[in-house]
């Protein structure tokens, strides 16, 4: 019997063979799965992998493919122990107990109820052992008809030399890919200097050539020696100088080799890891003003990669008639006469923002200000492109020079790419033809998005919306939903930038100050069409802090509680999962005049989230700023849902009226900021775009660490800009050549294989139900599906009742071919409007669940409130009819 590689064809007669050749041909990916066929484990890095062989498989040398091994306690006569590992933990927990135990092995009658007597006689008696030195009952086998792969047991007869023979040829050239990698993970990843990098060079040419040869001498002579062979000094001196300075390692890290220098590294990274380079431009050559431009049009590795991946893993080219479950559903899109055709095209998302690379309250403030541009492939789904190395950089420049030079001298690189890809597409060549493509909307805070878009930049003044006209004071006394406002067109907007550059003393045109260089250039993107709203700025860092910070003050003003006492409730509250890394900070003391409750994007939303969990029972029925604070969680929840219908869009325009409304009784005297009349829009924004959480600015945020970090780490402020692009390059081409295209679909760490009749009764008969032709099982405790966490305890919404939905806590996960499906315990749910959330009661009943049964794949948790278990939604649950 041989072994095979999971990832490629490699076949070997031996497991340490097959364990080299994921060490060299695929050490560097993060989705490692377990050599065992009838194992489904994956793991994030090399050293989990060999801890997972050594912990779960050091005794399956006598198990077969497709075989299950099951451990009796002859105790408590329990049997759902799948390795040694977890038998021997149990049966310490009964000796832990005083409890007399026999010797499990063969032919010994030894017993004792002492946990250490038993670990003594065990290591001196019965070690080693292999699973024949059982007794007879204590071990089972069954056969998984299921995880039977008969065609990966492939005999000694069949000819694999081939394929052990391409593996030699290639060895070489591994190795140097090999240790380049890891070079190019020193200076990308740990951002250690090139100086620091030729002296690791040098050091390690210099041991393997000049201080190994005595060594490697001494090893030969005694080789022969043992042999009897008799050879001339001069052959071992030839052979020792052959070995020491011919290996692929030696000869990349010489003087002449691939790896020597930092020029030669960066030519080797350009050739086999694919590098893209950034390129300088020169704004002032006189000033000395440049910045960085990653060319787009060079990137057909990301392409590709993208473009040719399986159908699920893009936007379907047709929409679902009243949903809007992507920008593809949205009137935008449509309308667009480049994106909405029947051929394959590239929907690009830019993103445009500034950062600061140092303390923003210290002496080196504004002065190394960046703005940057990044880009993302839009018709990849966003729960696919949520990891930062899929957001790619196209433009690092100076925020000053941006202010001073304009978008359209910095952007004008990236749109002459742009007006190409128009024109001319982009050849992919797994394809056979070219894609052609364009800009569906750029992702921007207010400020960045009028800033490009040639809008005001000052909201303060008369007309402050880029999607409709009206005047700023107008606001307050008029909703958007009764049509006081009219919407932009594109022949007015076009009136109105001329009548702003043909006036210079003309600060604005109903807001308008110049040209969009989007729109100069690019033959189908408008600005009116290509600017959404962004709701983390918006809602998350603008309404919602303001608003809790009001509300707040109304209730410790009332006494249902102090500030300190609400602080201390914020710290106790027993957070789980992401609730617990997403914690809310304390609120300020003085968050009355401070208006704001001061946390960020993440804390605010999880703040907002449990707050009718952490306070709500404080606080009595009806209490009208209260209300205030559970519409906007419900308008939240309502806006981040990933799906919409016309009936959802229509219910979330009324809850925004209906808060606009309660939010003035309760505060007369408070002005609406211009983030209320931006929210009115979104109803009918999300006709336009589609659901507006995957076009937020959330992840894109979170790329500047990336940058802020090199900054740290290097400490290195010359020619940042150069310096931050060519960072981001050397990161990008060492997860390109690491990582997979998307998160794996199914990765589990941890797997127990058991038969099925040693489960509980009422899961045993639930599996049966759901798979009647299934004997064998694997359970896990915790799963991660395309990125998102599934532990035992969680809470997951499946059916509905009255409109409402229902719930089923997660006892067991189990894989079943490959797929991931949940074994289920159903709940009784009642909907308390005061804490906006549903008391669970458990039903008893068992069930089995696959992932695309769920209403909502997005897990829950839930928590004690008084004496009610509850659970509380984080987005809108869509239940079809």
């Known amino acids: 019997m041989r072994w095979l590689c999971k990832i490629c064809s490699f076949v070997t007669s031996r497991k340490t063979e097959l364990l080299k050749h994921y060490r060299l041909r695929h050490g560097h990916s993060q989705s490692l799965p377990c050599l065992y066929t009838n194992c489904l484990c994956s793991f994030k890095t090399w050293s989990a992998l060999k801890s997972h062989l050594s912990r779960q498989h050091a005794t399956d040398q006598s198990v077969r493919p497709g075989e299950v091994l099951s451990f009796k306690c002859e105790i408590c006569n329990s049997c759902s122990f799948s390795t040694e590992k977890n038998y021997f933990e149990h049966l310490g927990i009964h000796l832990k107990k005083h409890e007399t135990l026999v010797c499990v092995f063969e032919k010994c009658n030894f017993s004792t109820n002492v946990y250490g007597t038993f670990a003594s006689h065990r290591s001196r008696k019965h070690n080693p052992h292999s ?21 990966v047991v492939v005999h000694e007869e069949e000819n694999s ?54 060594v490697i001498r ?51 990274f350009k050739k086999t890891f694919s590098l893209i380079e950034p390129v300088e431009y020169i704004l002032d050559a006189k000033d000395g003003r440049t910045f960085q431009y990653v060319p787009i049009l060079q990137s057909r590795g990301i392409f590709r990669r993208k473009l040719s991946s399986p159908p699920k893993l893009l936007y379907s080219q047709t929409t679902c ?32 923002d500034d950062f600061e690379v140092c303390n923003p309250l210290g002496t080196s403030r504004k002065k190394h ?4 541009v990044y880009w993302v492939l839009a018709d990849v789904p966003s729960q696919f492109r949520s990891t930062l190395t899929s957001i790619y ?7 000053a020079d941006v202010k001073r030079y304009g978008y359209g001298a910095v952007l004008e690189p990236l749109l002459k790419d742009l007006v190409k890809l128009e024109e001319e597409g982009l050849f992919i060549p797994v394809l056979g033809k070219s894609i052609k493509g364009t800009v569906f909307g750029v992702a921007a805070d207010n400020l960045g998005a009028h800033s490009i878009g040639g809008f005001v930049e000052s909201f303060s003044g008369s007309h402050i919306c880029r999607f409709y006209l009206g005047k700023h004071s107008d606001f307050q006394e008029k909703e958007v939903r009764t049509g006081a406002f009219q919407p932009r067109t594109k022949q007015e907007h076009s009136i109105h930038v001329q009548t702003a550059l043909e006036n210079p003393n003309l600060p604005h045109c109903f807001g308008v100050k110049k040209q969009c260089a989007l729109t100069e250039k690019l033959k189908y993107f408008h600005v009116l069409s290509g600017y959404p709203p962004d709701l983390l700025h918006d809602l998350f860092e603008g309404i919602e802090p303001l608003e809790l910070a009001l509300c707040l003050n109304i209730l410790i003003k009332k006494k249902y509680f102090t500030v ?61 700023s209260w209300q205030v604070l559970m519409d906007l969680k419900d308008i939240v929840e309502l806006v981040v849902s990933p799906l919409h219908t016309e009936e959802t869009i229509w219910y979330l325009d009324a809850k925004i009226s209906e808060h606009r409304r ?24 999300i006709k336009a775009f589609g659901p507006l959480v995957a076009l937020w600015t959330m992840r894109f945020e979170a790329k500047h660490s990336f940058f802020k970090r090199v900054v740290r780490q290097t400490n290195n402020f010359r020619n940042i800009l150069q310096s931050l692009a060519v960072k981001h390059q050397l990161m990008l081409a060492y997860h390109l050549y690491s990582t997979d295209v998307v998160k794996p679909a199914l990765s589990v760490t941890k797997l127990s294989t058991v038969a099925l009749e040693v489960l509980k009764e009422d899961i045993q008969e639930a599996v049966q139900r759901k798979f009647p032709d299934e004997t064998c099982v694997h359970l896990a405790n915790t799963v991660s599906s395309y990125g998102t966490d599934y532990l035992v305890g969680m809470i997951l919404a499946h059916g509905s009742t009255g409109g409402l939905p229902d719930f089923v806590e997660l006892l067991l996960m189990i894989i079943v071919h490959g797929k991931l499906a949940f074994v289920v315990k159903c709940q009784n749910a009642w909907y308390n409007e005061h804490l906006r959330g549903f008391e669970l009661d458990s039903t008893g009943n068992v069930q089995v669940l696959e992932q695309q049964e769920l209403s909502d794949i997005y897990p829950l948790a839930a928590y004690t409130v008084g004496q009610n278990r509850m659970v509380t939604l984080k987005r809108h649950i869509f239940l079809p009819y």
């Not at 024949?132 to 008969?150: C, P, S, W």
């Not at 950089?393 to 925020?399: H, N, V, Y």
């Open 218 to 268: 001494d090893i030969v002579n005694s080789c022969l020696k043992k042999h009897d062979c008799v050879v001339d000094d001069s052959v071992i001196s030839d052979l020792v100088k052959e070995v020491c300075e011919s290996n692929p390692i030696s000869s990349a890290l010489k003087a002449d080799g691939h790896l020597a220098t930092p020029y030669k590294r960066r030519e080797f």
């Open 662 to 685: 309660r939010f003035l009784e309760v505060f007369p005297q408070e002005k609406l900021i211009p983030k209320h009349h931006f929210l009115e829009h979104y109803p009918q924004l």
């Open 393 to 399: 950089l196209a433009i690092l420049c100076k925020a």
């Open 131 to 151: 699973l024949e030195d059982f007794r007879t009952g204590i071990l089972q086998k069954y056969v998984d008809q299921a995880n039977t792969q008969d065609d």
């Open 369 to 372: 200000k960046i703005t940057a």
């Open 564 to 624: 300190f006492e609400l602080n201390n409730l914020i710290r106790q509250f027993p957070y789980k999962w992401s609730d617990k890394t997403n914690c809310p900070q304390s609120v300020p003391l003085n968050l009355a005049t401070r208006r704001t409750v001061g946390g960020n994007a993440h804390e605010n939303w999880c703040l907002l989230h449990l707050l009718p969990f952490i306070i709500g029972t404080n606080i009595p029925v009806g209490e009208p």
């Open 321 to 352: 008639g009243s949903q809007y479950e992507s920008f593809r559903d949205g009137t935008h899109f449509k309308e667009n006469e480049c994106l909405s055709t029947d051929e394959l095209t590239v929907s690009l998302l830019l993103y445009v």
């Open 161 to 214: 030399c081939e394929c052990l023979e391409d593996e030699s040829e290639e060895l070489e050239n591994v190795m140097v890919q090999k240790i380049g990698h890891h070079l190019l993970k020193l200076e990308s990843i740990f951002n250690v200097s090139n100086k620091c990098i030729n002296e690791v060079v040098e050091e390690l040419q210099f041991i393997s050539c000049s201080v190994s040869s005595p």
